[in-house]
C-alpha cells in the first residue's frame, strides 16, 4: 500500500483541480508527475 501512496495522492489532487476549473493546472500537474517517473525510470544508477 505504501507504494501506491504517491500515485493516489497524485490523482486526488488531479481529480480535485478539475472539479475546481483548474484543468491547465491539473494539466501541470500530470505532465510534471509523468516526467519525474520517467526520469526515475532512465537516470543512471549510482553505484
Known sequence: MKAFLPWLLV???VIALNALRLR???TAVVIAWLG??????IRPRRE
Open 11 to 13: 490523482l486526488a489532487v
Open 24 to 26: 491547465p493546472l491539473a
Open 36 to 41: 519525474y517517473c520517467v526520469w526515475t525510470w
